[in-house]
């Protein structure tokens, strides 16, 4: 929970590096949050919980996509079909020890 905490602190900081754990922490436990909050109060209100945390979704990222050492404009893959595949396989990747992020 220290990671997922962490990653709501940094909301606004596009800046640096997220390593994978960091990463998957906070996209598995806004998983499951939302889809309690779906489940227990209509999906309105998962909704809701989505557009407050997309921001420090969006964040995370791009400080993701700066460890595996490619830019955060990477992130604009997910708005084409064939571009989400190369986008996960780059979250996915391992970091990369030196790079100009």
């Known amino acids: 929970m220290t990671l997922y905490f962490k990653c709501l602190r940094q909301y606004s900081d596009f800046y ?3 390593r994978r754990a960091e990463f998957w922490t ?3 436990v806004t998983g499951i949050v939302s889809s309690i909050l779906s489940d227990a109060l209509g999906a309105g209100n998962a909704r809701f919980f989505f ?3 997309f921001c420090p979704w969006v964040a ?3 400080r993701r996509l700066h460890d595996t050492g490619r830019s955060g404009w990477t992130l604009l893959l997910a708005f084409s079909c064939i571009g ?3 986008l996960f396989v780059f979250l996915v990747e391992q970091s990369h020890a030196s790079n100009q992020y």
């Open 16 to 18: 640096g590096r997220a």
């Open 26 to 28: 906070f996209w598995i």
């Open 51 to 53: 557009l407050v945390i």
């Open 60 to 62: 995370v990222a791009v």
């Open 84 to 86: 989400v595949i190369p």
